[in-house]
């Protein structure tokens, strides 16, 4: 039984979003940086023809495919739970659409997702060239400093990894987050009981079950509990949250390949002193490490850490993008991955709806200041409309009970 679990846990939180992201975001068309002598999509020409995979690509793929499967789950569990549909009938609903999507794109590119980076030339034996670096002492020196800061990230990462799987946080909003998720697997119903005091709920939807069902992030702790077959108490604390910490690094790491795209040590001296920073960095109850390395299962924690890592990282790329005439297919899915971010944002919890749309909007005032991209700043304000739906939603809900 705990390999079933094992093995279902891969399947649900590393191959199906890898999975997702590879085919509906492929490696070839949005990467995280280029370095030097590689093209705008942050691959080599001769890697390229290769069909060589690049570790950022892949981890940029599993947080595009992350991030659609949070929003498309925002998508479907908002309407039935206004409808009053049991836990089954969102997973049900949820599985079928994620399943259209791959099947969609397997079917569009005539291979299997998962064997999207150039699986067809390296087993024909065609060999991955080695990254470019300075001859000599030069290249052995950043060698060594490469190694040693992935080494020191490894460590500081896997140590807080260790302390949410071993240790045990308890917090107050747990009595409402993990409640509602407990009630939903046992029961298969959703909002069906007040948290505060355990009586069923009757009448108008009403205090914090707004916030929640505009935002339903303890259905999705319920739902992938289901699939992974686990108590959601034990995989929110455990599991899921190593998990959502290892992103959240992932998310660092792409941000460093953004800010130093001529080095392939400096995003991992980056990724290791961010690290080592946030340890040191949850004195408050309100500072994003706290959230970040506390109680990131719940979903104003996973905006804090993930939500918005994801967002500067989009807005990097797109700085990137406007230095270059025209508007091509790895800015487009920058686009595209803005507005998933934002719906998946709303998923989280409604700091994540408020502050995703100031985010964006923010951002895309700025774009068309800046580039004056009349056509850019007009998607962005459409990545926007997440934000804005269900900033309204709240807002009505709140006038008509209120």
Not at 183 to 209: C, H, K, M
Not at 341 to 370: K, R
Request: net charge positive; charged share 15%; aromatic share 10%.
């Amino acid at each position: 039984m705990k390999l079933l679990k094992i093995m279902l846990c891969i399947f649900v939180l590393i191959w199906l979003p890898s999975a997702l992201g590879i085919c509906v975001f492929p490696a070839c068309g949005v990467s995280s940086a280029p370095r030097r002598g590689m093209t705008e999509d942050g691959v080599s020409g001769s890697e390229k023809a290769a069909g060589c995979p690049d570790a950022a690509d892949f981890l940029l793929c599993m947080l595009a495919g992350n991030l659609l499967m949070w929003a498309v789950f925002e998508a479907v569990a908002v309407p039935c739970a206004f409808g009053g549909a049991a836990l089954h009938t969102v997973l049900l609903i949820w599985s079928a659409v994620i399943a259209a999507i791959l099947l969609g794109c397997s079917l569009k590119r005539r291979i299997f997702p998962v064997f999207r980076f150039g699986h067809r030339e390296r087993m024909a034996g065609t060999a991955c060239p080695a990254s470019d670096h300075p001859a000599g002492s030069r290249r052995h020196d950043a060698e060594i400093l490469f190694y040693a800061a992935a080494a020191l990230a490894a460590v500081l990462i896997l140590l807080q990894c260790a302390v949410y799987i071993g240790g045990m946080h308890l917090d107050q909003d747990d009595s409402r987050y993990i409640a509602e998720a407990v009630d939903a697997w046992e029961n298969d119903r959703i909002y069906a009981v007040l948290p505060q005091s355990g009586s069923v709920r009757t009448g108008a939807w009403s205090g914090d079950f707004i916030k929640d069902l505009v935002s339903p992030w303890p259905l999705w702790i319920a739902a992938a509990s289901k699939l992974t077959m686990m108590h959601p108490a034990t995989f929110a604390h455990t599991v899921c949250a190593a998990y959502l910490l290892l992103l959240f690094y992932a998310c660092v790491y792409l941000i460093g390949r953004e800010l130093f795209r001529d080095s392939r040590e400096k995003p991992m001296i980056f990724l290791a002193v961010s690290a080592f920073i946030m340890m040191f960095f949850a004195g408050s109850l309100r500072t994003s490490a706290e959230f970040t390395l506390l109680r990131i299962w719940q979903g104003k924690s996973v905006f804090a850490g993930v939500g918005t890592a994801a967002l500067l990282l989009e807005f990097l790329m797109l700085y990137r993008y406007a230095e270059k005439p025209g508007y091509g297919s790895g800015e487009k899915k920058v686009f595209l991955l803005v507005l998933l971010t934002g719906a998946a944002s709303c998923l989280m919890s409604g700091m994540g709806v408020i502050l995703s749309l100031i985010m964006i909007a923010a951002f895309s005032l700025w774009y068309l200041i800046a580039y004056r991209r009349i056509r850019g700043f007009l998607i962005l304000m459409l990545d926007c409309l997440p934000g804005i739906v269900m900033g309204m939603m709240t807002i009505l809900l709140h006038g008509v009970t209120g």
